[in-house]
């Protein structure tokens, strides 16, 4: 039997020289970047500056009862509902920011992997032949040998390099999630932006529409009295010139309409005409006025401003974002720390099959290093110094997302506050025009005004009421922006 063979080999440092070491290292040390979001210079307000108004409501905090995860469901459009809760299922951004997701948790198992223990085997068998040309008649000599092992290795983690690897790769993970909740976010306001659109434009058309109804009867009225000598030509042909100018705005309102459908499809992941049925239900928010078209609630009430920015998805990723950053940075700097590894071998060899897992074939040998960087150039240093800069620019990146948050709310508030001063004063001024349109039509009747009075009081009519339509568009769109803003349609704070 043959003698079994162990090889042990052990290299450590002593531990004077390890102290050296780190003194060393500790002597060569570069400024490290911001560690902490309270290194941030961005001061967050405690109270929005355009919340003074009766448009917006400012409560004590925020509850439960806004539901800012679905806020859709306050406008009780039930096609504006089926509309966003399908393109959060079939939108491709969607499934690309899950698809993210599962990648990043498939980049963190990797780097997990490093804390762990590596084990590898192998096998082997070889046959050999031999021709002696020396001898004669030639001898042939043949011979088999064969071989298996295992071999493992494992880098100790003494300074938590790898650790913060990890801590890193976790952030990442966090950081994806809340990117496909942002993605959520956006989402949600886009479709509702473009469901605004469409029935921005229908309710357009049907003010067209019914001008144009209007206007056809005016024109009627004008060619009896000019077949009666009551009206001239020129007045005529203005009757047909102001009703032909009014109809060439519908192939573009129709337009408009189709465009605004195939937003609506792509947003959903559909082809176009996959909506239309949906589309064209109108039963929610009907009423006689054509704004009423285009879905309105209350204004949601405001929470203060450091509650927005724990709500707002975005934001959260860029605390991640930072977090992984600061990670990176202290696994750099741990580069230049000892590090320890361990290996093993256990290896086996016979000339025969049936011999190889006999005791006295076996080999084994281990291994254990602790090594320390001397000298590399300054490859780690650049690295920190590289680390060090990321780590600057993702707080930079963290407070320009705060600074864009407060700003979104800001201009989401004031802009419904204005629009709504905006609605007040063109139903006011729709009343006065409707009036003077109805006046008109009747003094032109008896001969009393001109045609081109009665004309401009109807262009007046349509055009107040397109503002009128215009402005409810607005108005919803600024509301749309505020739960945007807000961090609305992801869910809840955890």
């Given amino acids: ?60 905090q925020t509850s439960a009862a806004d539901n ?34 599962e ?38 000599t043949s011979g088999e040998s064969y071989s298996a092992s295992l071999d493992a290795s494992w880098e100790i983690d ?32 886009e479709v509702a932006t473009a469901y605004v659109s469409l029935r921005s434009a229908e309710a357009q058309l049907a003010v067209v529409e019914e001008s144009l109804r209007t206007r056809a009867e005016t024109t009627q009225i004008t060619q009896w ?21 009014a109809r060439a705005s519908i192939p573009s309102l129709r337009q408009n309409i189709a465009q605004a459908r195939n937003q609506l499809t792509r947003l959903s992941g559909l082809a176009p005409g996959a909506l239309d049925q949906l589309l064209t239900q109108n039963t929610a928010n009907a009423g006689t006025a054509y704004s009423s078209r285009i879905p309105k609630s209350d204004t949601p009430a405001v929470a203060i401003p450091a509650d927005t920015l724990r709500q707002r998805p975005d934001i959260r990723a860029a605390e991640y974002a930072f ?8 696994a750099a700097e741990r580069d230049r720390l000892p590090s320890l590894k361990l290996t093993g071998s256990l290896s086996l060899e016979s000339l025969r099959a049936g011999d190889l897992f006999d005791p006295s074939t076996t080999v084994a040998s281990a291994l254990g290093s602790l090594t320390a960087p ?26 320009s997302a705060v600074l864009t948050a407060l700003t979104d709310v800001e201009n989401a508030l004031v802009s419904i506050q204005r629009t709504t001063e905006r609605i ?24 009393q005004v001109y045609i081109t009075t009665l004309l401009d009081a109807q262009r007046t009519e349509l055009s107040i009421q397109e503002q009128q339509v215009s402005a409810t568009a607005d108005y919803t769109n600024a509301q749309i922006q505020l739960y945007k803003a807000l961090g609305g349609g992801w869910g809840n704070v955890n």
């Fill in 158 to 189: 003494l300074f938590g390099k790898n650790r913060q690897s990890l801590k890193a790769a976790d952030a990442d993970l966090a950081q994806t999630e809340q990117n496909f909740h942002a993605a959520q976010v956006s989402l949600a306001a």
């Fill in 1 to 60: 039997m043959r003698a079994q063979q162990k090889h042990t080999t052990l290299f450590l440092l002593t531990r004077g020289t390890a102290a050296a070491s780190l003194l060393l290292l500790a002597s060569c040390a570069t400024p490290s970047g911001p560690r902490s979001l309270s290194d941030s210079t961005v001061a967050v307000p405690e109270t929005w500056q355009n919340t003074s108004e009766a448009s917006v409501t400012r409560p004590a």
């Fill in 374 to 399: 001397i000298f590399a150039g300054g490859r780690i240093k650049q690295n920190i110094a590289i680390q060090n800069e990321l780590t600057k620019q993702s707080l930079i990146a963290y407070e």
């Fill in 68 to 101: 800012l995860s679905a806020w859709w469901t306050r406008y009780d459009d039930p096609v504006l509902t089926r509309l966003i809760n399908g393109a959060l299922q079939t939108s491709p951004d969607i499934r690309t920011a899950l698809s993210k997701i």
């Fill in 323 to 330: 977090a992984a950053t600061v990670a990176r940075l202290k």
């Fill in 103 to 140: 990648q990043s948790r498939a980049t963190r198992g990797v780097t997990k992997s490093d804390l762990l223990p590596s084990l590898s085997a192998g096998a082997d068998a070889r046959t050999s032949r031999t021709k002696d040309h020396t001898t004669s008649p030639h001898t042939t």
């Fill in 424 to 447: 007040t004063i063109l139903d006011r001024a729709n009343a006065a025009a409707r009036e003077a349109a109805e006046l008109a039509a009747i003094q032109y009747e008896a001969g």
């Fill in 225 to 245: 009295r000019a077949q009666s000598g009551d009206a001239s030509a020129l007045e005529l042909q203005q009757a047909v010139s102001t009703l032909e100018q």
